[in-house]
């Protein structure tokens, strides 16, 4: 009856930050953090509700009081990694990003099916919105580092941005600890190709 | 930079409906329901969190507090047409079911995509968290009603049983409004097939 499978699919944990002031970069780094349904604790982009933004004008006015999918961003080393090659720099930080939590071997993580759950072992859960897509202000941070280089960002993180979460179940993280994914286990709807 | 993607597919609202007391069905038909950030006011189900459930022993112990990603339910009325012909009963009513809301005119309604919005042109929104699996609770409802026939209801409804869903911006429904949908707009997770 359940239609929320365990996969063994894990990431583990790298990276852990937040950002502390709206709109300011980089974010800072964390050895753990604390997660209760408002989200991450101490995060700007906390609250069970939020402000919608621009990202969300197709569907609600600026402004507008809906709940807050967008809690913390989760983002793939491998994926950083990819971006960086792309845009000719030798590294991107994740605080330069304002990511939340860093994974490793968790495979195609900007992809993964939305309304997955990341789950840790003491039960901490995230629900995966679904991706996040890049805006320019990582860029002008980069810029600071490589100069001539951060409008390169947005195109480049394409497709490797990660994903917006929020907390189901609250608890600790601490760096080095598994987030495994569990999957909604039902086939892709009809009409996907031609709505797209 | 949107991840959610308005599209052209429609639902008209064609039936409202409450759970008002646990485990009791069937539900009360209304034709009207309010909508806060807790689900439709005075259903049962409502609430920000919810004691975990048996449908989610692979990811919680029964009774952890857990954000309420079933506020409601969400039905095709072609669907229960369906389940209907399958069982071999000239009808089932939603509020046998238990549902919230039952939509006419969206297509698979059962496997729209996990994370989808369902929006109302007040601009009520729902998120869809995932395909509702049937249990045996409705057959005993339906027992009742046609007689040796409420065991076929688990069997017949596998597919059909709509899907759960909570509230991501409030306000109020009316049979006869319409429902617009909004899909995440990334292609599928590389490693879905072999996850499943």
Chains 1, 2 share one sequence.
């Not at 402004?63 to 030798?90: C, D, H, K, W, Y």
Request: charged fraction near 25%; include cysteine; charge should be negative.
């Amino acid at each position: 009856m359940a239609a929320l499978k365990p996969t063994n699919y894990h990431g583990d944990v790298v990276w852990l930050g937040r950002v502390m002031h709206e709109g300011v970069l980089p974010s800072e780094a964390s050895e753990a953090l604390e997660f209760t349904f408002d989200g991450p604790e101490g995060e700007v982009h906390g609250g069970r509700t939020r402000p919608a933004c621009a990202r969300v004008l197709d569907q609600h006015p600026r402004g507008t009081e809906i709940a807050n999918v967008r809690q913390l961003t989760i983002l793939s080393a491998e994926e950083l990694a990819e971006t960086a090659f792309a845009m000719g720099v030798p590294e991107i930080l994740p605080e330069w990003l304002g990511a939340t939590i860093v994974l490793r071997g968790m495979p195609d993580l900007t992809h993964l099916p939305p309304s997955s759950r990341l789950q840790a072992e003491s039960g901490l859960t995230f629900v995966v919105d679904m991706e996040n897509r890049p805006c320019v202000l990582p860029g002008r941070v980069i810029e600071e580092h490589f100069p001539e280089k951060g409008a390169r960002f947005k195109p480049a993180a394409s497709g490797r941005r990660g994903v917006t979460a929020w907390v189901e179940r609250p608890g600790r993280l601490v760096v080095g600890d598994s987030l495994r994914l569990h999957i909604p286990d039902q086939r892709a709807w009809e009409l996907m190709a031609e709505a797209r």
